[in-house]
Protein backbone atom coordinates (compact mmCIF):
# COMPACT_ATOMS: atom_id res chain seq x y z
CA UNK A 1 0.00 0.00 0.00
CA UNK A 2 1.33 3.44 -1.12
CA UNK A 3 1.74 5.91 1.86
CA UNK A 4 3.28 9.27 1.87
CA UNK A 5 2.71 10.69 5.43
CA UNK A 6 3.70 14.36 5.96
CA UNK A 7 4.04 16.03 9.69
CA UNK A 8 5.80 18.87 11.72
CA UNK A 9 3.31 21.73 10.58
CA UNK A 10 1.84 23.98 12.66
CA UNK A 11 1.52 27.67 13.97
CA UNK A 12 4.67 29.74 14.47
CA UNK A 13 5.75 33.56 14.52
CA UNK A 14 7.81 35.27 13.02
CA UNK A 15 11.67 34.23 13.01
CA UNK A 16 11.05 31.01 15.17
CA UNK A 17 11.83 27.20 12.86
CA UNK A 18 10.01 24.74 11.51
CA UNK A 19 10.99 20.76 10.17
CA UNK A 20 8.74 19.37 8.04
CA UNK A 21 8.97 15.56 7.45
CA UNK A 22 7.55 13.22 4.34
CA UNK A 23 7.71 9.59 5.18
CA UNK A 24 6.94 7.37 2.25
CA UNK A 25 6.06 3.34 2.22
CA UNK A 26 5.29 1.44 -0.72
CA UNK A 27 6.97 3.37 -2.69
CA UNK A 28 10.11 2.06 -5.13
CA UNK A 29 12.77 3.57 -6.97
CA UNK A 30 12.64 7.02 -5.46
CA UNK A 31 14.69 9.75 -7.53
CA UNK A 32 14.04 13.34 -6.71
CA UNK A 33 12.04 14.26 -3.88
CA UNK A 34 10.51 18.08 -3.43
CA UNK A 35 8.22 20.40 -1.62
CA UNK A 36 5.96 22.36 -2.63
CA UNK A 37 3.67 25.31 -1.12
CA UNK A 38 0.79 26.56 -2.02
CA UNK A 39 -0.97 30.12 0.03
CA UNK A 40 -4.45 31.24 -0.19
CA UNK A 41 -5.19 32.53 -3.61
CA UNK A 42 -1.71 31.41 -5.39
CA UNK A 43 -0.77 28.37 -7.34
CA UNK A 44 1.41 25.48 -6.15
CA UNK A 45 4.92 26.76 -5.80
CA UNK A 46 8.11 24.78 -5.78
CA UNK A 47 10.25 25.32 -2.60
CA UNK A 48 13.17 22.94 -2.94
CA UNK A 49 14.27 19.76 -4.45
CA UNK A 50 16.52 17.20 -3.62
CA UNK A 51 18.20 14.33 -5.83
CA UNK A 52 18.75 10.60 -5.39
CA UNK A 53 22.88 12.02 -4.95
CA UNK A 54 21.68 14.63 -2.52
CA UNK A 55 21.89 17.64 -5.02
CA UNK A 56 20.14 20.49 -3.21
CA UNK A 57 17.99 23.65 -5.36
CA UNK A 58 16.05 26.20 -3.46
CA UNK A 59 13.40 28.96 -4.50
CA UNK A 60 15.50 32.25 -4.59
CA UNK A 61 12.48 33.07 -1.91
CA UNK A 62 13.48 30.56 0.89
CA UNK A 63 18.02 30.21 0.12
CA UNK A 64 19.91 31.02 2.86
CA UNK A 65 16.38 30.22 5.38
CA UNK A 66 15.36 26.44 4.10
CA UNK A 67 17.29 23.05 4.08
CA UNK A 68 16.13 20.21 2.52
CA UNK A 69 17.58 16.81 3.28
CA UNK A 70 16.50 13.12 3.02
CA UNK A 71 17.10 9.73 4.62
CA UNK A 72 16.83 6.97 1.71
CA UNK A 73 16.78 4.61 3.94
CA UNK A 74 13.62 5.73 5.95
CA UNK A 75 12.68 6.68 2.58
CA UNK A 76 12.22 10.45 4.11
CA UNK A 77 12.78 14.09 3.22
CA UNK A 78 12.95 16.85 5.02
CA UNK A 79 12.54 20.14 4.99
CA UNK A 80 14.15 22.34 7.35
CA UNK A 81 12.53 25.89 8.03
CA UNK A 82 14.76 28.88 9.67
CA UNK A 83 13.66 32.96 9.65
CA UNK A 84 10.52 32.04 8.93
CA UNK A 85 8.40 34.98 7.43
CA UNK A 86 4.10 35.47 7.37
CA UNK A 87 4.90 34.79 3.46
CA UNK A 88 5.88 31.58 4.03
CA UNK A 89 2.50 30.71 5.11
CA UNK A 90 1.21 27.89 3.23
CA UNK A 91 0.42 24.38 2.44
CA UNK A 92 3.47 22.33 2.41
CA UNK A 93 3.22 19.38 0.10
CA UNK A 94 5.95 16.72 -0.75
CA UNK A 95 6.34 15.37 -3.72
CA UNK A 96 8.37 11.96 -4.71
CA UNK A 97 9.42 11.10 -8.63
CA UNK A 98 10.24 7.81 -8.90
CA UNK A 99 12.49 6.23 -12.31
CA UNK A 100 9.67 4.59 -13.29
CA UNK A 101 7.99 7.63 -14.02
CA UNK A 102 5.67 8.07 -11.09
CA UNK A 103 4.91 10.79 -9.01
CA UNK A 104 3.63 10.93 -5.50
CA UNK A 105 2.20 13.47 -3.27
CA UNK A 106 1.74 14.05 0.36
CA UNK A 107 -1.26 14.74 1.96
CA UNK A 108 -0.03 18.53 2.96
CA UNK A 109 0.61 20.07 6.47
CA UNK A 110 -0.50 23.30 7.08
CA UNK A 111 2.42 26.53 8.33
CA UNK A 112 1.13 29.48 9.55
CA UNK A 113 3.70 32.18 10.65
CA UNK A 114 1.60 34.89 12.62
CA UNK A 115 2.50 37.16 15.71
Known amino acids: QVQLVESGGGLVQPGESLTLSCVAS???????MDWYRQAPGKERELVASITSSSSANYADSVKGRFTISRDNAKKAVYLQMNSLKSEDTAVYYC??????????WGQGTQVTVSS
Open 26 to 32: GIFGINA
Open 95 to 104: RLLTAYGLQY
